[in-house]
């Protein structure tokens, strides 16, 4: 979490919690923000991927952008398996 933010959860009036009232809630919210990272980071991958391959097929030194896709790829994997663990955890209701 960032310096000053809080780890309340806002809830807009009228809206309506999931069965299982603010617990569900709290755990769905959390499988969709894992969700969201491992989508984010396949985009950052993919287009790590492309830069990759264009600045190598342009003639310049690939170093640098190999080890930020090494970089990119390990932190994919991480929110992989942060959202196996949330969605078992979802599971356990």
């Given at each position: 979490m960032r310096a000053g933010r809080s780890?309340?959860?806002?809830?807009?009036?009228?809206?309506?919690?999931?069965?299982?009232?603010?617990?569900?809630?709290?755990?769905?919210?959390?499988?969709?923000?894992?969700?969201?990272?491992?989508?984010e980071s396949e985009r950052r991958v993919?287009?790590?991927k492309r830069l990759?391959?264009?600045?190598?097929?342009d003639g310049h030194d690939t170093v640098a952008a190999r080890r930020l896709l090494a970089v990119f790829e390990a932190v994919l994997t991480s929110h992989r398996e942060h959202l196996k663990l949330k969605e078992a955890e979802a599971s356990w209701g």
């Open positions: 780890a309340a959860v806002h809830v807009r009036e009228g809206s309506a919690l999931p069965a299982g009232g603010t617990r569900a809630f709290m755990h769905e919210d959390t499988v969709e923000q894992a969700r969201r990272q491992v989508a993919a287009a790590q990759t391959a264009d600045l190598e097929r």
